[in-house]
């Protein structure tokens, strides 16, 4: 019985890394599966290349697309072709670009037949090539094992699955199929573990190349306004999966501002790449013909908010955003150098979390590497300090 799934989506693509990809798949150590291979709007010659390799192959089936309509619905066609396949328990899907060692299946497959009913999901780590297949310098392989050896409730925060995976049939079926690119896989694991728990493998079972030319990750590293998509789509599945499971915000930023200028952009582009996300951020414009709102608006973010309030000094900015503060911390943002990494908001909830809950009013950022790390603050609010909420009110009279 052939119990796994298989989906390759194709596009455009260097001929030799998708013959490499295709014999990886058609070798692996358990055969029985079926390999779905979705050509979506492929040129010819890319076309003629899965048919070289899978000719005679009963266990392939290729479906030609003659638009190219991007990955989502390109997987969800796969997809709906093993939906109907009753013998099809198990699914995954392959890149074109990428190389699967010959128990990949085999090893995701036995990982989810023997685990407990309620682990719908089974994942491994993997080993990261450049465009040549060389491997990437990993200074500490095995600290990349350990990160990737998470509960399912840290998908929240960032997606430690990767690219080596298998999931059950019957968890897919109680969702709709894969849709929010370019984080689609992300997205599509966030709604997947509603519903099953994981079951991670410590060891590589694939080459992930990095730097291939035509991968969609390619187009986000060289792009500006292609990183901002797929940061606000990562950042709308994460918020989306926290009001599904019913997951408030930890903290509530304030930012006033007087200008669109580069300055303010910059500094909210730093904001929105830390690593720490369970925020809201409320974008208060004191000008006084919407300069900042007609520019940041651009730079989207399911998080944000916007007050219009022109004219207002800063102190009384700050007091109306607080007003929009129900979270248990927060942080007046806009000055100073704060955030001094993409890390280091995330350090400072970390650095919270395992103080007692009256331990503190305020953390200090310029203090907080140098270990004076509890400030009773009495005073007018200092930018980029981390506050409990019910005292920075206090300090403000609200």
């Known amino acids: 019985m052939r119990d796994v799934g298989i989906v390759m989506p194709v596009y455009k693509q260097d001929p030799n ?25 492929a040129p010819s010659d890319t076309v003629e290349v899965i048919q070289k390799v899978t000719k005679g192959d009963e266990r392939v089936h290729l479906i030609l697309k003659e638009k190219n309509e991007g990955v989502a619905k ?13 013998e099809v328990k198990y699914f995954t899907w392959v890149s074109s670009d990428n190389f699967y060692y010959p128990t990949y299946v085999e090893k995701l497959r036995n990982a989810l037949n ?23 310098k990993e200074p500490n392989f095995e600290k990349f094992y350990k990160y990737q050896d998470q509960p399912k409730e840290s998908l929240l925060d960032f997606c430690f699955i990767g690219t080596s995976f298998m999931y059950k049939k019957e968890i897919a079926a109680m969702i709709e199929g894969y849709k ?19 079951v991670y493998i410590p060891e590589a079972l694939m080459h992930y190349r990095t730097n291939s030319p035509l991968s969609v990750s390619a187009q986000l590293r060289n792009s500006k306004e292609e990183h901002r998509r797929w940061r606000y789509a ?6 989306e999966a926290r009001n599904r499971r019913k997951v408030p915000f930890l903290l509530t930023i304030i930012y006033p501002v007087l200008d669109g200028k580069e300055g303010t952009i910059e500094k909210l582009e730093q904001l929105l790449e830390q690593t ?19 520019v940041l608006q651009h730079i989207e973010d399911p998080r944000i908010k916007f007050l219009n309030l022109p004219g207002i000094t800063e102190r009384e900015s700050i007091i109306e955003g607080m007003k929009e503060a129900d979270t248990p911390f927060a942080l007046i943002y806009g000055k100073g150098n704060f955030p001094s990494s993409p890390s280091m908001l995330n350090n400072f909830i970390i650095q919270v979390s395992q103080l007692q809950v009256n331990d503190f009013a305020m953390v200090d950022h310029n ?5 004076k ?23 403000l009279s609200i």
């Open 74 to 86: 390109t997987l969800n066609i796969g997809f709906d072709h093993f939906m109907q396949l009753d």
């Open 234 to 239: 990562f950042n709308l599945a994460r918020q």
């Open 276 to 294: 720490f996300s369970n925020f809201k951020l409320i974008i208060i414009d004191r000008s006084f013909d919407k300069t900042a709102i007609n």
């Open 373 to 395: 790390r509890l400030i009773i603050s009495k005073e007018a609010p200092v930018f980029g300090n981390l506050y409990k909420t019910e005292k920075l009110k206090e300090i």
């Open 17 to 41: 890394y998708l013959e490499l990809a295709l014999r990886s798949v058609l070798q692996q150590t358990y055969g029985n599966f079926y390999l779905v291979i979705v050509s979506d709007g």
């Open 367 to 371: 203090d907080f590497n140098a270990g």
């Open 114 to 136: 023997t685990a407990p009913d309620n682990v719908g999901l089974a994942y491994s780590s993997f080993r990261h090539i450049d465009d040549n297949g060389d491997f990437l």
């Open 180 to 198: 929010l690119e370019p984080v689609e896989d992300y997205e599509y694991w966030l709604r997947l573990t509603d519903h099953c728990e994981i």
